[in-house]
């Protein structure tokens, strides 16, 4: 009889495990899926990030093509980054800050190199015949250092907003006497 009994208390235990583990299994289903969403959102965030680096590097590349040490100025480039022939960026490039200026040696000149030659005293300079190059002195132009920021503010399709600053420095020649 204590055997009989005991067949009738274990008939709903094999169901209540089977409804537990029932849980668990789908408790572990939907944290996978989520977790699969999270991991979606953080890699299209990254590649969002990615594409305003690359817009605003772009910027700052086509602002220094251009002389922008004659009349340094804030602008405004419109990029497209996928090539689709839509701008997919409006990057703000701040007004480019000159951070110093050097004068260079004449000794530092190679008569060879096309650029170095504009830097050479002209044939009307006051010098009595002595080459600057003799004198060491200073040549006819200087080199610069600029400091260009471009900064993107985009927001996505998705609700979120992508923000990336670029600092770049640049350096140029430049005549003596040009502003820094």
């Known amino acids: 009889m204590n055997a009989r009994h005991l067949r009738t208390r274990q008939r709903g235990a094999v169901l209540v495990v089977a409804l537990v583990m029932l849980v668990l299994l789908t408790l572990f289903v939907l944290s996978i899926l989520n977790m699969s969403n999270v991991n979606l959102r953080v890699a299209g965030n990254n590649q969002a990030r990615n594409q305003a680096l690359a817009a605003a590097q772009q910027a700052i590349e086509y602002v220094s093509s251009f002389n922008f040490t004659t009349a340094p ?99 140029v020649r430049v005549p003596i006497g040009t502003t820094c």
């Open 73 to 171: 100025a804030a602008s405004t480039v419109n990029v497209d980054i996928n090539g689709d022939g839509t701008n997919d960026f409006a990057v703000a490039v701040d007004k480019p800050v000159c951070m110093n200026s050097v004068p260079i040696k004449t000794t530092e000149l190679d008569i060879g190199i096309p650029a170095d030659v504009a830097c050479f005293a002209s044939s009307a300079s006051t010098t009595s015949g002595i080459l600057p190059a003799a004198t060491g002195g200073n040549s006819l132009c200087s080199n610069t250092q600029w400091d260009l920021r471009a900064t993107v503010q985009d927001s996505g399709s998705s609700g979120s907003q992508t923000n990336a600053t670029v600092h770049q420095g640049v350096g």
